[in-house]
């Protein structure tokens, strides 16, 4: 472990420990239904992973990979609590919050391979794209700046008298930022329907959450803005629900914004490049041996809810199939346009036009491609010219 | 119809959207009760309710980061910078996120981000900059900055209803100086549009916002001392530029001098040189010419700002150095 300090924190390692839920919690009015297709919504998000894994390693990932491996109960936990109609905005290791809000597999390979068809028309990379419509919002790299869009959208939610309610997410690093406390503050003092959910994960890229904060606990800061905090074992899809449910509650009730913090582990590195080499021997191999949430979740389901071991497997083999057909369809589409590059950037002018050395050209990619002479590639040939 | 200043013509344009649009509203630091520092929004809590005109805490990145989540929501907010030097901490939201919504996750943000600006008001290094050139470099931003109590009404009213994110500079030393009868009716001045404030033969001076004024009075010394005849353009709007009318008066008079009160690396001079570099360069008769202020932070004291910021004397010996050239 990082510090001396996370291991109580973090009991949940012990081993797959029951949350208490007395007869009040959000959980208990869950259908058997709901509590499969939380696990489908799980599985999805791991399956969907390991197919963009094999993506990446055939380089038909354009760009870099980001693993929520061992997180899919935080995001998929948290989206559930929402309604239809309220809106989200995912970061990029809430796959889960994207699928439970409607985003597609084949949305998620196509923009993964940058292909002309995917949600952003390849301007965007991985999964920071969003649909109003279906209530989420695409992120954007600079960590915390979601947390004052979102405060927006909530104003506009309060403003209209729409009963509607949003949710934030934001990593243990993100706390660090201006915009994050900018965007709370504001919020809490609009009172606007806003949960805030913060998921500590242990890292941000390398730096451990003892390098990110003096505080003992993120929930804490809730009192510095005069709002509810709650904070939940985000490897237990039931408590995620139950907590982020009632933050929920709070914020359609008319009771402003609510921070939520919930405890989690991230297994992969940052990103697929990223070989953890900061990671001390062993607490990755520990949390996956001990505290994986679907096999946490799925064990429950049997034990605690009679789910039988057909209908589990037969939801891995319905996600294995939904995975398997959304690839064939994704890898099917084409690259974009490249003259699509100068269109939308308003409404008024609707494009760009091309710079006078690419009047006529269709693309400019074979020129772009390492031509011989491009340094450090091609080496050999120059040096003996 | 009775004249109106620069700052009552702002906020006639403010009362009018709001009362044509119910989703068009304002926020930011002291703009209810108080009536904004300026008191651009003066009276219209009382007109349009808390609900409409909000008081936020002082929070750049909040305020424009909340203003971005409620116009993707179909709102219209218009958004004030106390002083438009205080915009920088809002940069990467407005840079970063604002100005790439549409493009990358086609999002709209209509939204307006709007706040005193510049010079010659002894304001010293925080309350006197004009941060244009900057905003102007990013794709997906428009930014207006009106010279006339006409254009300041026109403009704020395209800006309101435009579909993207306008940023509109206004000028604290013309707040009250300026005044002019407004235009009956839906007064709408289209952005990306310049203005010939003064036709002219022999040379042309580009310009906008409070050097448009310093340009006219050069304009008038030039014909009485020189008799030479001077057209002055005020751009009005920076992003778009008026690339039509830029060429139409380099190639008319062949001489151009660009004047801008912001610092000379990196401002717009530059650009608007090499656009005509580009497109007449076969027309003109002498070297585009500018005259900006120093590349220093804007000093306090009077003697240090007057050195240091364009003056209309200034404008006269550049304008003799290109006719003569």
Known sequence: MPTGRRTPRRSATGGPAVAARDSESPSTQLSSEQRLELYYWMRLTRTLEERLVALYRQTKVVGGLFRSLGQEADAVGSAFALERRDVLSPLIRNLGSMLVKGATPVEILRQYMAKGDSPTRGRELNIHFGDTERGFIGQISPLGDMVPVMAGVTLSFKMRGEDRVGLVYAGDGATSTGAFHEGINFAAVQRCPLVVVVENNGYAYSTPTSKQTAAARFVDKAIGYGIPGERADGNDVLAVYDVTRRAVDRARRGEGVSLVELMTYRRKGHAEHDNQSYVPDGEVERWERENDPLTRYSARLRDEFDASDDEISSIDERVRRDVDEATDVAERSGPPAPLDALVGIYADPPAEKPLWYREGQESAVAAHERAEGWGTFNTTSKASS | ?325
């Open chain 2, 1 to 325: 119809m009775a004249e109106i200043t620069y700052l009552e013509a702002i906020r006639e344009a403010l009362i009018e959207e709001m009362e044509r649009d119910v989703n068009v509203f304002c926020l930011g630091e002291d703009i209810g009760r108080y009536g904004g520092a300026f008191k651009v929004t003066d009276g219209l809590i009382d007109r349009f309710g808390e609900a409409r005109v909000l008081d936020t805490p002082i929070s750049e990145v909040g305020i424009v980061g909340a203003a971005a989540g409620a116009a993707h929501m179909g709102m219209r907010p218009i958004v004030e910078m106390q002083f438009i030097d205080f915009i920088a901490n809002a940069y990467d939201m407005l840079t970063n996120y604002v100005a790439t919504s549409r493009y990358r996750a086609l999002l709209p943000c209509p939204m307006v981000v709007r706040g005193p600006s510049g010079g010659y008001v002894r304001g010293g290094p925080f309350h006197s900059q004009n941060p244009e050139a900057g905003f102007i470099h990013t794709p997906g931003l428009k930014v207006v900055y009106p010279a006339t109590a006409e254009d300041a009404k026109g403009l704020m009213k395209a800006a309101v209803r435009d579909d993207d994110c306008v940023l509109f500079f206004e000028h604290k030393y013309l707040y009250r100086r300026v005044k002019a009868e407004m235009p009956a009716g839906d007064h709408v001045v289209p952005i990306g549009k310049a203005r010939v404030a003064r036709g002219g033969r022999d040379l042309s001076i580009i310009t906008y916002a409070a050097t448009v004024w310093k340009a006219l009075e050069a304009a008038a010394t030039l014909e009485k001392e020189d008799g030479l005849s001077v057209e002055v353009v005020d751009l009005r709007s920076l992003a778009p530029l008026d690339d039509e009318a830029i060429q139409a008066t380099a190639r008319k008079t062949n001489r151009v001098l660009v004047v801008h009160e912001d610092t000379r690396t990196g401002g717009i001079a530059g650009e608007i040189t090499a656009r005509i570099n580009e497109t007449s360069f076969a027309w003109l008769d002498a070297p585009v010419l500018r005259v900006t202020a120093h590349d220093v932070p804007l000093p306090y004291a009077p003697q240090l700002e007057d050195f240091v910021l364009p003056q209309t004397t200034d404008i006269v010996r550049a304008a003799r150095t290109l006719a003569a050239y």
